[in-house]
Structure formats: C-alpha cells, structure tokens
C-alpha cells in the first residue's frame, strides 16, 4: 500500500497538465547526462508553483473539482480529480493553496490520499482493502507488552488497557493482550465482526482508515480515532508509547524525535479527516419558531 | 465547557490559516466553510448533540494536521533542508581548488 502511495508521489510531477511546466522537466532530464554539472538542489520531486489561485468548482454529477488558475487539476493517473464532497474539495485546495515557490508533494497528504482513491493503482475492491487493514489485528501495537523495565510495564498497563477495554466494550469482541513474541491469538468471531462493520464504510473511507491503520500500526487506535474517542494526538502518543518512554529516559532529539511524531501527526490526521469527510453527510433541518 | 474548547480550536485554525495565506485569509475558501461550520453547529434544540461534538472533533483533527504539516514543514528546513554541498564547496573545505581545464573536457558542455 505504502510503496504504491510513495510511486505516485513521483508520478505527480509527471502527470499534471500544464506545457510550461513539461519544458521545466525536459531540461532538467537532459542535463542529468552531464555528470559534472549534477544539480543538487533541484532534484525532479521539486516543481515550481505554475500558478496563482487556487479555487474549486462543482462539475458533473455534483463531483468538486480542483482548478489551478484555469487548468483543471488529475490525477497521476490522468483522470480528472473529483471530490464527493465539499469539505474535502476546499481542504485539498487549502494544501494546494498553502505551496509557495516549490510544491512539496510529501507534505500534500489529502491530496495524496485522493489520488490513491480516484486511481486505485493496486486495483482492490473492498474486501481486499478489509483484509488487508484487518490484517494488522494480528500484529497490533496495543497487544504487544514487555515484561521490562518496569517502568515501560506501568505505562503500557495503564495507557493500553482501557483503550483496548474500550473496544472490546464497544465493538463487544475478545483481543487480549500477550508477553510472547507471537503475539494474541485473535479469535475467528472477532475478526468477523470488524469484517461485518468495516463493511459499512464506503471505499474512500476504506482507502483512508487502511492508510490510518498502517501509519499508527494499530487497528485497535485508528477505530477508537474514527469513533472519536480519541484525539490524534492521543492516538500518536499511544503508538509511540515505548519511543516516549525512552525519551523520557534519554532525552530527545530534536531532529529525529519531533521531526518524525510531527510528519506522523499530520499523516494520520489527513486520513483521519478524509475519513470524516468521506463517510459523513450532514443535513440542515431548519426549526421554525413559533411566535 | 466545551464552548471554551471551541473557541481554542477556532482561533488555532484561523491562527493557522492566516499563517499559510497572508492577511487575506478571509476571503479564503477553508475560512468561508469554517465560519458557517461553526455558525450552523451553535444553535441547537438538542441538550446533548452530537453533531456538534462531531464537528469539533473533526475541526480539532484539521487543526492538528495543519500545525503538525507546519512544524514538519519547519523541522525539515532547520535540519534537513539545506542538501548536500556542490564539488566546488567540498574542495574549498579542505583548502584545494577544482582543476580546471582550459577549452574543457571533450565531452563537457
């Protein structure tokens, strides 16, 4: 899942539209042959920023779509880029927006999240999106404690158990928790149930909780994010439990430590919130007030 | 209680986008939305609506992903930012030139 998104990070820069920025490339790719004057500043992941305004507009089928100045934005694919809600249209156009000079394609995650949905590189229905995020029960973050230093033991006991008591409560399914290196033993009915709920969520929210999923390497934080029980900030915590732990111990570093919780953060909450967007519809009853 | 929330993750969004996009941030798109999300999610008849601690969650969840991009964003250009350093800068570190060659190799430009 993961390689596949890091291949269209690439793709990107080769698939947008515009003729200027195709001469950009084309120069860059000849002078790659000349070993002597390599340009390190400007590998082909950099693209300059070819336009000036960013808006959305409502197409066919009432599908948003993205316009940088006039030229429509797509995909790597080359399909159109269309949005089923507005939300999600004004926050793609909000990343694409906030790019000054070059455009940084890893840090534009909706936008990465969307292209995936819209293309489908891999080619997965829903089910095999299922059992691929379902597969990650088995090697859970939350179910795997150490027996020391007893410090870390403390903290897993009590930062982990109520979230895993939490889901067993609410989704009324056994996980369990296990010192040994093979990990719990995940009970047939369990998987079924997060099989049959699963099930009622369409493919986008699919795409982004499975992306969710591998970020935290947790099943059991990314359900308790989409139901809302936790923040992301929580839920980044939980999953750099041990990191944390030692950091505490150690000290941290700033360059490694912070830099790698903040791209976490923001990874999880861009899918986080295309989940949000992609799986909720809100409508506006208006009460009339009786005079 | 959860008006003084609220109000904390608002001013962080707007805080956020008047970062991204200069002083005219309210003529911006994400700020229009924003402003009716909030506006529509106030009045409520309902005691406990949870519609309403929907929205704030979600609109909490933005607000993390726009500080945490920022501050990636920052971490990267502190430390990562600057890449590697040309033949040239390598050969004045340890006080040599690069050799040069007058007319210039047969196959440079």
């Known amino acids: ?291 | 209680m959860a008006g003084v929330r609220a109000l904390g993750v608002y001013r962080g969004v707007l805080k956020e986008l008047r970062n991204l996009q200069g002083s005219e941030y309210t003529h911006s798109m994400a700020y229009t939305h924003l402003r009716e999300q909030f506006r529509s999610n106030q009045v409520t008849g309902e005691r406990y609506c949870r519609a309403k601690k929907e929205a704030l969650h979600t609109c909490q969840v933005y607000l993390c992903l726009l500080e945490s991009t920022r501050l990636h964003m920052n971490l990267h250009q502190l430390y990562h930012g600057r890449g590697e350093r040309g033949p040239e800068e390598v050969a004045q570190l340890v006080g040599l030139r690069m050799p040069t060659q007058p007319g210039g190799k047969g196959w440079e430009e």
């Open chain 1, 1 to 291: 899942m993961l390689p596949g998104l890091c291949r269209f990070h690439g793709l990107v820069s080769r698939a947008l539209v515009p003729l200027a920025g195709r001469q950009v490339e084309l120069k860059l790719l000849g002078c790659s042959a000349n070993v002597q004057r390599a340009r390190y500043a400007t590998p082909a992941t950099e693209r300059k920023k070819f336009y000036r305004d960013v808006t959305i507009s409502q197409g066919e089928g009432g599908l948003y779509e993205i316009n940088l100045d006039r030229r429509k934005l797509k995909t790597p694919g080359g399909k159109l880029f269309t949005v089923p809600n507005e939300a999600l249209a004004i926050a793609v156009a909000t990343e694409w927006d906030a790019q000054k000079d070059t455009l940084k394609f890893y840090t534009m995650h909706l936008t990465t999240l969307c292209n995936t949905a819209l293309d489908n590189p891999t080619q997965r229905d829903k089910d095999q999106i299922i059992s691929a995020a379902l597969k990650f029960l088995e090697t859970d973050t939350v179910c795997y404690r150490v027996e020391e230093p007893p410090g870390l033991v403390e903290l897993q006991k009590n930062e982990w158990d109520p979230v895993l008591e939490w889901i067993e409560k609410r989704y009324n399914v056994v996980i369990g928790s296990s010192y040994s290196i093979m990990g719990p033993q995940i009970p047939e009915e369990t998987k079924d149930t997060f099989r049959q709920h699963l099930k009622s969520y369409n493919v986008w929210s699919l795409i982004g909780l499975e992306y969710v999923i591998s970020q935290l390497k947790s099943v059991v934080l990314s359900l308790g994010l989409i139901d809302r029980h936790l923040t992301v900030e929580q839920a980044v915590l939980l999953s750099r439990l041990e990191e944390e732990y030692q950091i505490q111990h150690w000290g941290n570093v700033e360059w490694a430590h912070d830099y790698d919780m903040y791209e976490l953060r923001a990874r999880t909450a861009a899918g986080t919130l295309f989940v949000y967007l992609s799986s909720e519809s809100a409508t506006v009853k208006k009460k009339i007030l009786q005079d």
